[in-house]
């Protein structure tokens, strides 16, 4: 054993052996602090938010990585977590690290989630404040053009009604007539004026000791002049009387044409299926497929474009690959097991999948990125997402199918107009989008069967009436069945909806439109008969009114004229008998 160990120089490898021992030390105990500052620094450099690790070991035997509590802030929405995983393991290529790459041969990422609410901020301090928006926040469905049946509703009803000849001629008869009797009764109001003022001078003329025989003239044409008068206004009154029926007859007649002009009112509105669709299925689809887009836009954002090729510098010499030997991007992941939770029509589901290619170098690689995700639920869902960066297009593209997608019980619309309440089900719904440098296209397909669907409507636009004929209509619809076609950018993606529950709403609209129509007809008929009768009889009474008055006041203008005549022939002197005379009593006096 002396002879053995005297065969070493000592003096040479002690020294060395030392210094091995040392740098082994140093990456067990060291390399680990200086990784987590490594990992966080670019993370938060890449993201422009908050990456924390909850702790972080190496295994420099097995060149091996893992980290635990792994959180990456969102920095649109600083107080949500893009992504959070409860542990992250990567098996490292030995090789590849002693040529300074980075490759993860095998890997998993375990208790994955998304978009999940963290305890504090994750913006960074030296970014800009920005204003956080309000999370979960359903903004209100665009409005449905309903002015066709909104004009069918109770406060519109009464502001037609008011537009029908029997309203405007009732309205204006009532206007007229008072000015009518307004005229006569001033004439007769001066027609009694003129009896006082004449009785008054017939009383002075019998006190007057010489009495003119001009003067009993004057006074007996007076007297015969107020008598004619009279007479005449009387023959006014009857008149009136008579031209009262005749409006009467008018408002009939007016009534009668309006009530044949209601029977020409048909249905004639012109309806959309497609933008039904759209005002009921937009919402609720742009939901998903925006934050779908979010998500593939985040994913691109954050893997490598291609990396430009450089030209070497003088005096610094190039890099040579040997025959038989491969270039490797400075870092790669070959494959990583992935697990986690993620939520869907806000119902958590288990997943579990590999991402595979993620590379500094797509074009060296010469293969895309994968994304492959199955839930392990009855729903069966599975996502693939393929990020070639590979060529000299950006191509992404995601397939999402799902056969069995639990939904639950969903209002589509909105509730001051039409709404509908579909029962829970299930549907099957398979999705694929492709984005090419900054443009997007794709579809979304979806199927739910066995449902029932139940009617809302505004107050403004019949209420629970025109529900319970919509209602009647949508009992024969069990499926709701569409696509939604998507172009434009990620920014303002352009999405148009088609689906069979627009034709289905529109044929159950124009019924309603119908039955209201006929509805608001026999109602507004009943109610122009029940205004031309009752503004009628308003008329009647005003003018019946007016002229007991006015008759009545005649009827104390007459009495005055006789006993004027009376007064007079007594203070002529006449006997009783001249009182009937007709003949002038200027006459007897000659």
Request: charge should be negative; proline fraction near 5%; aromatic fraction near 4%.
């Given at each position: 054993m002396k002879r053995l160990l005297s065969v070493f120089r000592w003096g040479y490898v002690a020294p060395r052996l030392a210094l091995v021992l040392a740098v082994v030390g140093l990456l067990s105990f060291g390399l680990a602090p200086l990784l987590h500052w490594l990992?966080?620094?670019?993370?938060?450099?890449?993201?422009?938010?908050?990456?924390?690790?909850?702790?972080?070991?190496?295994?420099?035997?097995?060149?091996?990585?893992?980290?635990?509590?792994?959180?990456?802030?969102?920095?649109?929405?600083?107080?949500?977590?893009?992504?959070?995983?409860?542990?992250?393991?990567?098996?490292?290529?030995?090789?590849?690290?002693?040529?300074?790459?980075?490759?993860?041969?095998?890997?998993?990422?375990?208790?994955?989630?998304?978009?999940?609410?963290?305890?504090?901020?994750?913006?960074?301090?030296?970014?800009?404040?920005?204003?956080?928006?309000?999370?979960?926040?359903?903004?209100?469905?665009?409005?449905?053009?309903?002015?066709?049946?909104?004009?069918?509703?109770?406060?519109?009803?009464?502001?037609?009604?008011?537009?029908?000849?029997?309203?405007?001629?009732?309205?204006?008869?009532?206007?007229?007539?008072?000015?009518?009797?307004?005229?006569?009764?001033?004439?007769?109001?001066?027609?009694?004026?003129?009896?006082?003022?004449?009785?008054?001078?017939?009383?002075?003329?019998?006190?007057?000791?010489?009495?003119?025989?001009?003067?009993?003239?004057?006074?007996?044409?007076?007297?015969?002049?107020?008598?004619?008068?009279?007479?005449?206004?009387?023959?006014?009154?009857?008149?009136?009387?008579?031209?009262?029926?005749?409006?009467?007859?008018?408002?009939?007649?007016?009534r009668l044409r309006d009530a044949e002009k209601l029977r020409t009112i048909v249905f004639e509105e012109q309806l959309d299926a497609e933008t039904i669709s759209h005002y009921l299925l937009r919402r609720e689809l742009a939901a998903k497929i925006e934050s779908t887009i979010d998500w593939i836009v985040w994913c691109r954002d954050h893997i490598p474009r291609r990396v430009p090729e450089t030209k070497p510098t003088p005096g610094k010499g190039i890099d040579i690959t040997f025959p038989g030997l491969r270039r490797v991007p400075d870092y790669w992941v070959q494959r990583l097991h992935l697990d986690g939770e993620i939520e869907i029509n806000g119902r958590p589901m288990a997943f579990a999948g590999t991402a595979s290619n993620f590379t500094s170098d797509p074009v060296l690689l010469g293969q895309p990125a994968i994304v492959h995700l199955k839930t392990t639920d009855a729903a069966q869902i599975e996502v693939v997402a393929r990020f070639d960066r590979s060529g000299l297009r950006d191509v992404t593209t995601l397939a999402f199918d799902c056969p069995r997608l639990v939904q639950a019980r969903r209002e589509l619309g909105r509730q001051d107009q039409l709404e509908l309440i579909v029962s829970p089900g299930f549907a099957r719904v398979h999705a694929e989008l492709k984005l090419e440098e900054d443009q997007i296209e794709g579809e979304l397909a979806f199927v739910q069967e066995g449902i029932r669907i139940e009617p809302r409507v505004g107050k403004k636009l019949g209420g629970l009436r025109v529900a319970g004929y919509l209602n009647d209509s949508l009992q024969q619809i069990e499926r709701i069945e569409g696509t939604l076609r998507i172009s434009g950018t990620p920014r303002l993606p352009k999405l148009k909806v088609e689906s069979s529950l627009g034709g289905e709403i529109v044929a159950a609209l124009e019924n309603v439109g119908r039955r209201e129509i006929s509805h608001q007809r026999e109602r507004l008929e009943s109610q122009l008969a029940k205004l031309a009768e009752q503004r009628t009889a308003d008329l009647v009474a005003r003018v019946e009114q007016r002229q007991r008055q006015l008759t009545d006041k005649l009827g104390l203008t007459d009495e005055t004229v006789a006993a004027l005549k009376r007064e007079l022939v007594q203070h002529v002197g006449l006997p009783n008998q001249f009182l009937g005379n007709k003949l002038p009593l200027g006459n007897l006096l000659k």
């Open positions: 990992i966080v620094s670019a993370g938060q450099a890449t993201t422009g938010a908050a990456v924390e690790i909850g702790a972080l070991r190496t295994s420099v035997v097995r060149t091996s990585l893992e980290l635990d509590s792994v959180q990456i802030a969102n920095p649109e929405r600083p107080m949500k977590n893009a992504v959070e995983a409860d542990a992250v393991r990567i098996d490292l290529s030995a090789a590849a690290l002693l040529r300074k790459k980075f490759v993860v041969q095998d890997g998993s990422i375990s208790g994955l989630r998304f978009n999940r609410p963290r305890r504090h901020s994750g913006e960074l301090p030296e970014s800009q404040a920005r204003e956080e928006e309000p999370d979960d926040t359903e903004e209100p469905g665009e409005p449905l053009d309903l002015a066709w049946l909104a004009s069918l509703g109770d406060d519109a009803q009464q502001r037609l009604l008011e537009e029908f000849e029997t309203a405007r001629l009732s309205a204006e008869l009532l206007d007229i007539w008072p000015p009518r009797y307004q005229a006569l009764e001033q004439q007769a109001q001066s027609l009694a004026e003129r009896a006082k003022a004449l009785q008054r001078r017939i009383r002075d003329f019998a006190k007057n000791a010489k009495k003119q025989p001009g003067d009993v003239i004057e006074m007996e044409a007076e007297i015969r002049e107020l008598h004619e008068q009279t007479q005449t206004l009387r023959k006014k009154i009857g008149k009136l009387a008579a031209k009262l029926d005749a409006d009467r007859q008018r408002v009939n007649e007016a």
